[in-house]
């Protein structure tokens, strides 16, 4: 059960909507449920002889009103307080007498009517859908003094928990008062009028969180908004200094003619000016030192940038794993990935990634605040994803973008678990959004290069694919895992296997080392996440179809014995066996 609170100045004009048949003739059978006294007129069902409806709801209008009348200019200037309550889709159809009980709850939780007062506001409930009522109240009570309705919000929602448990209703996740701001009903009817697919609000919002996204400096930040193509308005103080911004959709007007400013902090708690520079505080680091780990230079730009960024993904999993409060300083770096990578893949996953960075803002944001935040080498990371830009069209790009991928939705996974452990309702939801979105994206983007992959693990000579079977099915078990060595399942992995071995890896030890890095509980699919892993910590490339060389000394190159299982640390690659080892022969051509 949802409620939704707005402020008005017009009684009549309210009523008018309510009764009338909608922007969409989805207005049907508009009659009261429940008001202040019970005996307010109501223009919907008046039954009395040739009655006219424009009179009844000039009487109920002159009804609602009285007080306000009545104190004159010291009414506020917004006296209509108005509360839709719909119940979430799936629930069942509540009598007009359950509606009357949940109007009567929720004005006597947020102050507009208390139980027993007699000079509660005058209220009312209008029900014109199967699905929700409307509340409308005037904010003057019976003694001419105002309600004292603080957190009306807050209390509304805490009441429909209560309801829902009564009713038996779906049980809607707690808001902790960190989400973004929805937008008005009448921001929605004006994208609907404007042909608009989402309301100016949340296009503003995501293009402010790509801004940030990544971004080195404030000067930065504003110049990607500018780049953008919205308005941008800065708020200043006596001194000249910077308070705060506001940004405008071009072409947005109100009806005076003038451009729509929406301030940062409305858009989300966390676009304040001052949020975002304690968010850039942490600085980017020195791009040399990611790139120089990042292996090959004859990979295309965006295809190191996506493999170095992987190994630091792994390792924001790792800390949320660990349950500790600082690893929410990662959540908001994640996020800041999440709108990097769907700013530059390809378009077969740009939608899914856009709706998992979407889905996963909400997860950013709680009441916990890490003491030592450090998100350099994260959102260092997000950096060079946009400024490497797209491979659009290069089969490099679907690979590397897959590896990421399949790493970022056991992220989300992990941030789903970290805020559940703190009874974080509506952020573990959404970080389970966004690990569905991101298994869509990934099942576009590894389409391809697993299908090349498990094509050259059928190639395999016979012995040699028996050979990397043997260890596979050695291995999983180790680990409480199954392989299904009689299906194809395992044939990309026994390809990368092999390729490992060419560029004189030990196939026992990486595959040791992949599966240690972190639990694969939670993957949807094991053999991919080991074939992507094993791939990065053997400098393979990600799209099959390229070359496959040895690794470049001194690149990633620590000693590993194959007997020994790397846990939870820093992906590394294993070493290169001795030459005189059998296995340390020529690449295949």
Same mark, same amino acid.
């Not at 200043?236 to 940062?264: I, K, Q, T």
């Not at 500790?324 to 390809?346: I, K, M, N, R």
């Given at each position: 059960?949802?409620?939704?609170?707005?402020?008005?100045?017009?009684?009549?004009?309210?009523?008018?909507?309510?009764?009338?048949?909608?922007?969409?003739?989805?207005?049907?059978?508009?009659?009261? &449920?429940?008001?202040?006294?019970?005996?307010?007129?109501?223009?919907?069902?008046?039954?009395?002889?040739?009655?006219?409806?424009?009179?009844?709801?000039?009487?109920?209008?002159?009804?609602?009103?009285?007080?306000?009348?009545?104190?004159?200019?010291?009414?506020?200037?917004?006296?209509?307080?108005?509360?839709?309550?719909?119940?979430?889709?799936?629930?069942?159809?509540?009598?007009?007498?359950?509606?009357?009980? &949940?109007?009567?709850?929720?004005?006597?939780?947020?102050?507009?009517?208390?139980?027993?007062?007699?000079?509660?506001?005058?209220?009312?409930?209008?029900?014109?859908?199967?699905?929700?009522?409307?509340?409308?109240?005037?904010?003057?009570?019976?003694?001419?003094?105002?309600?004292?309705?603080?957190?009306?919000?807050?209390?509304?929602?805490?009441?429909?928990?209560?309801?829902?448990?009564?009713?038996?209703?779906?049980?809607?996740?707690?808001?902790?008062?960190?989400?973004?701001?929805?937008?008005?009903?009448?921001?929605?009817?004006?994208?609907?009028?404007?042909?608009?697919?989402?309301?100016?609000?949340?296009?503003?919002?995501?293009?402010?969180?790509?801004?940030?996204?990544?971004?080195?400096?404030?000067?930065?930040?504003?110049?990607?908004?500018?780049?953008?193509?919205?308005?941008?308005?800065?708020?200043?103080?006596?001194?000249?200094?910077?308070?705060?911004?506001?940004?405008?959709?071009?072409?947005?007007?109100?009806?005076?003619?003038?451009?729509?400013?929406?301030?940062?902090?409305? =858009? *989300?708690?966390?676009?304040?000016?001052?949020?975002?520079?304690?968010?850039?505080?942490?600085?980017?680091?020195?791009?040399?030192?990611?790139?120089?780990?990042?292996?090959?230079?004859?990979?295309?730009?965006? *295809?190191?940038?996506?493999?170095?960024?992987?190994?630091?993904?792994?390792?924001?999993?790792?800390?949320?794993? %660990?349950?500790?409060?600082?690893?929410?300083?990662?959540?908001?770096?994640?996020?800041?990935?999440?709108?990097?990578?769907?700013?530059?893949?390809?378009?077969?996953?740009?939608?899914?990634?856009?709706?998992?960075?979407?889905?996963?803002?909400?997860?950013?944001?709680?009441?916990?605040?890490?003491?030592?935040?450090?998100?350099?080498?994260?959102?260092?990371?997000?950096?060079?994803?946009?400024?490497?830009?797209?491979?659009?069209?290069?089969?490099?790009?679907?690979?590397?973008?897959?590896?990421?991928?399949?790493?970022?939705?056991?992220?989300?996974? *992990?941030?789903?678990?970290?805020?559940?452990?703190?009874?974080?309702?509506?952020?573990?939801?959404?970080?389970?959004?966004?690990?569905?979105?991101?298994?869509?994206?990934?099942?576009?983007?590894?389409?391809?290069?697993?299908?090349? =992959?498990?094509?050259?693990?059928?190639?395999?000579?016979?012995?040699?694919?028996?050979?990397?079977?043997?260890?596979?099915?050695?291995?999983?078990?180790?680990?409480?895992?199954?392989?299904?060595?009689? %299906?194809?399942?395992?044939?990309?992995?026994?390809?990368?296997?092999?390729?490992?071995?060419? *560029?004189?890896?030990?196939?026992?030890?990486?595959?040791?080392?992949?599966?240690?890095?972190?639990?694969?509980?939670?993957?949807?699919?094991?053999?991919?996440?080991? &074939?992507?892993?094993?791939?990065?910590?053997?400098?393979?490339?990600?799209?099959?179809?390229?070359?496959?060389?040895?690794?470049?000394?001194?690149?990633?190159?620590?000693?590993?014995?194959?007997?020994?299982?790397?846990?939870?640390?820093?992906?590394?690659?294993?070493?290169?066996?001795?030459?005189?080892?059998?296995?340390?022969?020529?690449?295949?051509?």
């Amino acid at each position: 059960m949802v409620p939704d609170i707005g402020r008005g100045s017009r009684t009549h004009g309210l009523l008018v909507y309510l009764y009338g048949p909608g922007r969409r003739e989805e207005h049907t059978d508009a009659h009261l &449920v429940g008001s202040w006294d019970g005996f307010a007129p109501d223009p919907g069902r008046d039954t009395s002889p040739d009655p006219d409806p424009n009179v009844t709801l000039a009487r109920l209008t002159a009804a609602l009103d009285l007080r306000v009348k009545q104190v004159g200019g010291r009414a506020p200037a917004k006296h209509v307080w108005h509360c839709s309550v719909r119940t979430a889709p799936g629930d069942r159809r509540l009598s007009d007498e359950e509606w009357n009980a &949940v109007a009567q709850r929720i004005v006597h939780a947020t102050g507009i009517a208390p139980d027993g007062d007699p000079d509660g506001c005058r209220w009312i409930a209008v029900r014109h859908a199967e699905d929700h009522i409307h509340i409308v109240a005037t904010l003057v009570r019976g003694d001419l003094r105002n309600p004292r309705i603080n957190y009306d919000f807050n209390k509304a929602q805490a009441t429909c928990r209560r309801i829902e448990q009564k009713m038996g209703l779906r049980r809607l996740n707690t808001g902790d008062g960190t989400a973004a701001k929805n937008p008005t009903s009448a921001e929605k009817f004006k994208a609907e009028r404007t042909g608009r697919p989402e309301t100016s609000r949340e296009t503003l919002r995501e293009a402010v969180r790509q801004a940030v996204a990544g971004a080195d400096d404030e000067k930065e930040f504003f110049t990607r908004l500018h780049e953008a193509g919205l308005r941008v308005k800065m708020r200043h103080a006596p001194s000249g200094d910077a308070l705060g911004y506001n940004v405008a959709l071009p072409g947005d007007r109100n009806r005076h003619g003038e451009p729509v400013w929406y301030p940062g902090s409305k =858009l *989300a708690p966390d676009l304040s000016l001052p949020k975002i520079r304690l968010r850039l505080t942490d600085g980017i680091a020195d791009r040399a030192t990611p790139s120089a780990a990042s292996g090959r230079a004859d990979w295309s730009p965006p *295809a190191r940038e996506r493999r170095s960024t992987t190994g630091i993904a792994e390792r924001a999993a790792v800390l949320l794993d %660990s349950d500790d409060d600082e690893a929410a300083a990662q959540l908001v770096g994640v996020g800041e990935l999440l709108d990097a990578v769907a700013q530059t893949s390809p378009a077969a996953t740009r939608a899914e990634l856009a709706a998992a960075a979407r889905a996963f803002e909400r997860a950013t944001r709680s009441h916990v605040r890490a003491e030592r935040a450090d998100t350099r080498a994260i959102r260092t990371a997000a950096r060079g994803i946009i400024q490497a830009g797209s491979a659009l069209g290069r089969g490099e790009d679907g690979g590397t973008t897959a590896m990421l991928v399949s790493t970022l939705v056991l992220v989300a996974l *992990a941030a789903a678990r970290w805020h559940s452990a703190r009874g974080h309702a509506q952020q573990a939801h959404a970080s389970r959004q966004a690990a569905e979105h991101l298994r869509a994206a990934y099942r576009q983007a590894a389409a391809t290069p697993m299908r090349a =992959l498990r094509d050259q693990g059928r190639a395999l000579p016979e012995a040699e694919r028996r050979t990397h079977e043997a260890t596979i099915c050695a291995a999983l078990p180790e680990q409480g895992l199954r392989a299904d060595s009689s %299906s194809t399942k395992t044939d990309a992995l026994a390809a990368t296997l092999a390729q490992a071995e060419q *560029a004189g890896h030990d196939p026992k030890a990486l595959l040791q080392q992949a599966l240690g890095m972190r639990e694969l509980d939670t993957a949807e699919d094991v053999d991919d996440v080991l &074939v992507w892993r094993m791939r990065r910590l053997a400098q393979l490339p990600a799209h099959p179809g390229e070359a496959t060389r040895r690794p470049q000394a001194g690149i990633g190159q620590p000693k590993l014995s194959a007997n020994r299982t790397s846990t939870r640390t820093a992906p590394t690659a294993v070493t290169r066996p001795a030459a005189s080892d059998p296995r340390n022969r020529p690449p295949r051509r």
